[in-house]
């Protein structure tokens, strides 16, 4: 199997990526809109109803009862979700580039070490930032959703996975650095 | 650089074209051009072999040394 240059594993992931990318610009405009609709509509939940789902099962609660929904703490979490999507949009940007270059050329390029470094402190700054903001949405739901006979409690766990691989990540790109110098000594090689 | 590459001189002695000599050596024109106007960083001894052979020189004629002119304290 080929998986570098033309007709390769790189370029069918190329493919993959874009259409990815544009599915995933498509779904911020969306969310833009959702917002708005919200904003200027009637920001209601579903009443009397909730889900909470975790891995491999979900919890449906009826009977829910819900306190009015302030437009700006709405927005809020709105902005708070927003920056997570925009850190997921930059990481996907990147990869669709790096995979480009990987269709096209040698992955040995300054370019590429760039890209792979910005994807590493991406996923240093969301696993830094997820837990910041699923927080505060854990505090903001338990605020306005009560549940008889059930306590919601907001909770902080940091996701140290997510350091860990994008500190592995920025070393990558390091390593990658390291080839590029290698293939521009080998270009100027004759 | 103080390594001069003189392969243009040999060449004019020789009267052989970039594009023959790149043809015999078995090297791109763009990279025969490169090392004629020292824009390259090394060179491989099967080059450098490739080209004494083609151009019936030694590796000298090919390529002279001259040491960096660095001024005293003087300026002179």
């Known amino acids: 199997m080929k998986y570098l240059g033309e007709k390769s594993a790189s370029s069918v992931m190329k ?3 874009d259409v990815a990318w544009y599915l995933a610009l498509v779904g911020a405009v969306l969310l833009v809109l959702f917002m708005a609709y919200w904003l200027v509509g009637d920001p209601a939940l579903p009443t009397g109803l909730l889900q909470i789902e975790t891995p491999g099962l979900a919890f449906r609660f009826t ?9 700006t703490k709405f927005a809020l979490q709105f902005i708070l979700i927003y920056l997570l999507l925009a850190v997921g949009l930059l990481v996907l940007f990147q990869l669709r580039k790096i995979f480009a270059n990987l269709a ?47 306590e919601l409690i907001a909770s902080f766990r940091l996701d140290l996975g997510g350091i860990f691989l994008g500190a592995v990540i ?7 650095n390291y080839g590029a110098r290698l293939q521009e000594e080998q270009d100027l090689t004759v | ?29 763009a990279n025969l051009s490169l090392l004629k106007n020292e824009k390259v960083r090394a060179i491989r001894f099967s080059t450098l072999e490739a080209l004494c052979r083609e151009l019936d020189c030694q590796p000298g004629d090919l390529l002279e040394y001259q040491p960096e002119q660095t001024e005293d304290s003087w300026g002179t």
């Open chain 1, 170 to 176: 920025i070393i990558l790109a390091e390593v990658f």
């Open chain 1, 15 to 17: 493919v993959v990526l």
């Open chain 2, 1 to 29: 650089m103080p390594i001069i590459v003189r392969l243009d001189r040999v060449m004019a002695d020789r009267k052989i074209s970039l594009t023959e000599l790149a043809g015999r050596v078995g090297i791109t024109m």
């Open chain 1, 104 to 150: 096209g050329r040698t992955p040995f390029t300054k370019e590429n070490v760039r890209r792979i470094r910005i994807i590493g402190i991406a996923a240093i700054v969301y696993a830094l930032l997820s837990p910041v903001v699923y927080c505060l949405m854990g505090l903001y739901l338990s605020n306005i959703i009560h549940l008889p006979g059930v």
């Open chain 1, 63 to 71: 009977g829910v009862i819900q306190e009015p929904v302030l437009r």
